[in-house]
């Protein structure tokens, strides 16, 4: 399920430089995740990055666009396609994932 940033936000932009994924950018005056970008950090994190950094708790899951571990790892190798390390993760099922915690 790929995240969202909500009104909550304080723009303090910590977010943005977390994501291995560069899915957060700066839009108008407000943070956003690209949904088509966000893959929850599995592949690279426990727990996705940008929740960790907010210091407002603002990024949560967003219920309009749910995906699985398992479509969430296909998108993330479509991101990535050059990491090796990340390919060898995958094939050898040890992909960080909050789903694995």
């Known amino acids: 399920m790929a995240l969202f940033i909500t009104d ?21 005056d ?5 949904v088509e970008r966000c893959t929850e950090c599995v592949g690279f994190r426990d727990a996705p990055a940008c929740q960790e950094a907010c210091p407002v708790d603002c990024c949560v899951s967003d219920p309009d666009h749910p995906e699985s571990e398992g479509d969430l790892v296909r998108k993330v190798l479509a991101l ?10 995958v094939e050898e099922a040890d992909v960080p994932s909050r789903y694995r915690r």
């Open 80 to 89: 990535h396609p050059d990491d090796e390390s990340l390919r060898r993760r």
């Open 8 to 28: 909550d936000c304080i723009r303090c932009g910590a977010c943005e430089p977390a994501c291995p994924n560069e899915a957060v950018g700066f839009r108008g």
């Open 30 to 34: 407000i943070y956003v995740i690209h």
